[in-house]
């Protein structure tokens, strides 16, 4: 049995698990079911997007519109999914979904192609490029989950530094790479 689900005001971090994928691919069809062609992708993203990544038991799945303002006609649907939708939940250019307690899954609904979906993504290939700095960012995670177990907004922001700091050399990478 796959290990998914979290209480929303926990933050525990286990081993990966190879079901994340499937658990993913699976979601991600009933998502663009719903959806019909208003999407023009999908991707998962975020620590359990990483093969062999300890991460928070919770997919992310961000889902890409051609134009952000087509994202609001996607918000009934993905609510009757099941998913609670909670605004852009602090960050502008992005509408945030939650599935029920224990939380299984974050969506996040946003331009595709825009600062959000870029940015994700680097962060994701950086992270599956670079072993040594998914080690160190899995250290962190485990170190800062004990300090703020109850707390996941501070667990968060403590995390900011590493992920800045990983998305600038990702974008440098990319830069280089003429991408």
């Known amino acids: 049995m796959p290990h998914l689900g979290l209480s929303s005001d926990r933050v525990l971090i286990v081993d990966y698990d190879p079901c994340w994928p499937v658990l993913f691919t699976m979601e991600a069809k009933r998502i663009e079911d719903a959806c019909g062609g208003r999407l023009s992708g999908i991707e998962h993203v975020g620590s359990t997007a990483v093969p062999g990544l300890a991460a928070k038991p919770i997919l992310d799945v961000m889902i890409g519109v051609h134009a952000f303002e087509d994202a609001a006609a996607c918000v009934p649907l993905i609510e009757a999914l099941g998913y609670a939708y909670l605004g852009t939940y602090g960050i ?66 403590a995390k900011g530094e590493f992920v800045g700091i990983a998305l600038s050399r990702a974008r440098d990478a990319a830069h280089l790479a003429g991408q």
């Open 92 to 157: 502008d250019g992005r509408l945030f979904f939650r599935s029920p307690e224990p939380c299984t899954h974050h969506l996040h609904l946003v331009q595709a192609g825009g600062k959000f979906w870029v940015d994700e993504i680097l962060f994701r290939n950086y992270l599956r490029d670079h072993p040594q700095a998914g080690h160190a960012y899995v250290e962190l995670k485990r170190e800062l989950a004990a300090k703020f177990a109850t707390n996941r907004p501070a667990y968060t922001e």
